[in-house]
């Protein structure tokens, strides 16, 4: 399957024709509206705790209720532009919010630095696409979790995020397979293979579930259940082949398949789109190190076109640790302290009382932002203030 829209293996943006000019002219409205709903939220929470022990009911909500617009406004205006996966993240925090109008006692510190974080990664993952960097949405998971829980949320996994437009396509298969029947001995083996995988890794009964999928496949008429069972086999094979994870949503993949399975024999003929693009989702992610270890997932991959997706650890917090605000602050310290010590190395003997106040900025940005770099700052203010003290040129 071929798509004109960039993946993360060059630039994974979720934009119809890659045009990134719309992004930019809604960034800074998209920035301004974060920044505002996150200062509105906290708000409220010192109003919050200095009203408790009294009557919390009283407290005046009208903070909150600025934060969900102010979010409401900025879920269009990315929707607009034409990032739907991204979006999603802030169709969480507008929930996570407006639950908070409704139960106010639920707005807590902890859940405003939650979607704060959230609103700083949204801002950098923005800012990466815009620079034409090689991101991926799915990047934005941990916070996405992080939003979705304080609404306990029934679905948090991180294929939500992945940016590929559902499709049934059957993959060609150069490996063949005894049909099997959805019969007591097949329940037998699901039943005691899914078992070992919930708990961890397990080889073996990855296997068997692989060859069992094939089986189940080779025995369906039909289109869409023969292609669901081919990318359930798929997905055993790359567990089979320790080629992901042992998370829970690995894991709990399954024990979905296994729900499937019990559905499908009481004769329920509807399969499930959502679990077979999280299967597939897993299948992108598996990547062999020879095709022909794994001709299964291989065909998958090939029929999906899952080459263009570069696999992401998504419960890496790859964005949103640190604020915007005082990465920009570090940004302008760092500048303005090369230029004042180039002037110096140049001979501006002027310089010698700026370039030690600047350079004390940029240590206290450097121990705000990294405060294992304390050695680092120590050793810098130990360099410039040899410096200053010899009253020469860096260069003499």
Known sequence: MQSSVLNSTAAELDLAVNDLGPLAWVLDELRKSLDGAAKAIKRFVREAEAARGSDLAAVDASQLRIARQQLHQAVGALEMVGLARPALLLRAMEAAVQKFVQHPEQCSQDAATKIERASFALTEYLEGVLADKPVSAVSLFPQYHDVQELVRADRIHPADLWALEWRWLEPELAVTAEPRNYDDSARAVLDQSVLPLMKGRAPQA????????????ARQADRQPRTFWKIAAAYFEAV??????SDVYVRRAASRILLQYAALGKGDTAISER??????????QAVAARASDTPVLSAVRSAYGLNRFKPVDYELVQFGRFDPALLAQAR??????????????????????SVADQFSLVTDSLLKLHPTSEPLAQ???RAVDTTVRSAQSPLN
């Open 379 to 381: 050793a810098l203010t």
């Open 275 to 284: 679990l077979a693009q999280d299967l597939l989702f897993f299948c992108a």
């Open 240 to 245: 089979a082949h320790d080629l992901l994870g």
């Open 206 to 217: 990855a296997q068997n579930l692989k060859d069992l999928s094939l089986g189940f496949s």
């Open 332 to 353: 302008k310290r760092i500048t303005s302290a090369k230029e004042t010590w180039s002037a110096l190395s140049a001979g501006d003997a002027n310089k010698f009382k």
